[in-house]
Structures are given as C-alpha cells and as structure tokens.
C-alpha cells in the first residue's frame, strides 16, 4: 500500500528551521525537490498582533509553564489551510492522541493536503483543538518539548510512500508493517565477517528458495517480536507451515 493524493504538508510551528531539514535530505529531499510533494511552514509568531510578537500566556487557574495561544496558532492554521488545496485535514502531534502507525501514514498520505500542529510550552489553549484539530496522533507513550519532531517523523513517513519517491518501487511493500509482517533480517557484502556468514540460501541464485526464506524470516520475527500483529492477520496455509517449520527449528536449536 502506499500514499497517493497528497500535494502539500504545512507544518504549524514556532521553529520552522527545525522542520524544514527533513526537506534537505534522503528520499524526502528528493520527492521535495522534484516537486512530487510541496513542504511549507507557518510560524504562529507572524500571527501575533504585539510588539513582542507573543504566542504564549500563563495558564488560568495557576501552574508551572506556558500555554499557546488561540489568536497566533488559529491565524496560522488558518493561513495553512488557504494557502493549499480544499478539504485540509489538520493534525495536532499530541503524547494525548492516537498512536501514529504505517495504516494512518497511508490513510494521511490520500489528503491533498495536511496541515500538522506542532506544539510547545504545556501545549495548546483547548480551545485551539475544539475549533481547529480533525486528529490527534502520538509518537508513543513519551513527551518531547514540541512537536516538530513528530511532524518530521509523520512527514517522512507520509512522503517515503509516494509512489516513485522510494528508489525500488517493492521498496516500501516489503517494509515492515506494510503488509502486517515485520521486515525480513538484511545482509550485504563481504559475504562472512567477523566469523559471521551471511545465510547460504541468500547467495544460492535460488529466487524462489530466496523469497520462501524472506518470507518465512518475516512471519517468524513478527511472531517472537509483535505477536499482536500476527494475532489480526489470518494466515494462508503456505504461510502457516512457513511458521510452523521456523518455529521448529527454534525448537530443535
Ligand atoms: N502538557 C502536555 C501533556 O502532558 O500532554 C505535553 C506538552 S509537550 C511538553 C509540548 C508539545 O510536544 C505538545 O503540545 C505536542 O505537540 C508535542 N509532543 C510531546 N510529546 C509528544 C508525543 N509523544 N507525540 C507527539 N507529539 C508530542
């Protein structure tokens, strides 16, 4: 599966700089400058209306640190969403949302644009999320001081699955989770190092015995290191005695 649609990706934030490197690199750079996707940046501090260009308040009701403010982050988000395609679907990187995921990179990767909220400080004023925010997504069960890391973290996953930006198209089919199944173990050369050997069926020539191993290294791994992913998954009967027979030589070492 991968992302189609997608024009533009606006990142909201304090520290556009920040942002902006993912467009300098990798696959991402690349898709950016051959223009197969546009990344820009709104700072809420071009939106604020005081000489101070302030974006931030003490919260009510008392506390430690600062709260963003509804006028700067609203005008920029609204900003973001003129300035692309009709129908923006606005993300807000949150520890509070739903955890970010290869499905929900495909699913944002079909929005002709995407508009994501970095925050910083405590946050954002609530009030922001009720107005503006179709979603909230998580890296995971952490807290970074701002959001910019997860937006570059949503940007690359979002941009590496247009088709063409990845250098063989099967590249992103066989990553893991693309299809449920975590990534089968790679090699390259010297063929032995260290007294280590690459696994002799990988330098066999035998293409079906090659995608057999690749596949069964697949299924297995996704077995001893995300069993809740196999658990939603219903397996063909290839599949199913590719895993026995790992799981037997597990057995038998
Ligand atoms: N007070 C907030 C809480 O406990 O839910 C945390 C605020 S955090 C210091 C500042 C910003 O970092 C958040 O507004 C959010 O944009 C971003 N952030 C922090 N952890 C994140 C995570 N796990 N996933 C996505 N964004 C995160």
């Not at 991968?2 to 300098?24: D, N, S």
């Not at 190092?193 to 015995?209: F, I, M, N, T």
């Not at 939603?232 to 026995?244: F, K, N, R, V, Y």
Request: net charge negative; hydrophobic share 40%.
């Amino acid at each position: 599966m991968t992302a189609t649609g997608i024009e533009r990706i606006t990142v909201v934030t304090l520290f556009p700089q920040m942002v902006t490197t993912v467009a300098e690199h990798g696959v991402v750079g690349r898709a950016i400058a051959d223009g197969a996707i546009k990344l820009a940046c709104e700072n809420p501090r071009d939106f604020a209306t005081d000489k101070h260009r302030t974006v931030d308040d003490r919260p009510f009701g008392g506390g430690p640190g600062m709260v963003m403010q509804f006028a700067p982050v609203v005008g920029a988000i609204r900003a973001a969403r003129e300035s692309g395609p009709e129908g923006a679907r606005t993300v807000l990187l949150s520890p509070q949302g739903e955890r970010f995921s290869h499905q929900k990179a495909v699913a944002l990767g079909r929005q002709a644009h995407l508009i994501l909220v970095a925050g910083r400080y405590e946050g954002l004023d609530e009030r922001i999320v009720e107005a503006e925010i179709d979603e909230e997504l998580s890296l995971g069960d952490f807290v970074l001081s701002g959001g910019e890391l997860a937006a570059m973290a949503v940007v690359d996953s979002v941009v590496r699955l247009l088709p063409g930006t990845l250098g063989h198209s099967d590249s992103a089919v066989e990553d893991s989770f693309a299809e449920g199944l975590l990534d089968h173990p790679h090699y390259t050369r010297p063929a032995s190092v260290d007294g280590r050997e690459v696994p002799a069926v990988l330098q066999s020539g035998d293409h079906a015995a090659i995608a057999s191993w690749r596949r069964q290294q697949r299924l297995g791994r996704t077995w001893l290191r995300r069993p809740d992913l196999l658990a939603t998954m219903s397996l063909s009967e290839e599949d199913q005695a590719l895993l026995e027979a790992f799981r037997a030589s597990r057995d038998d070492g």
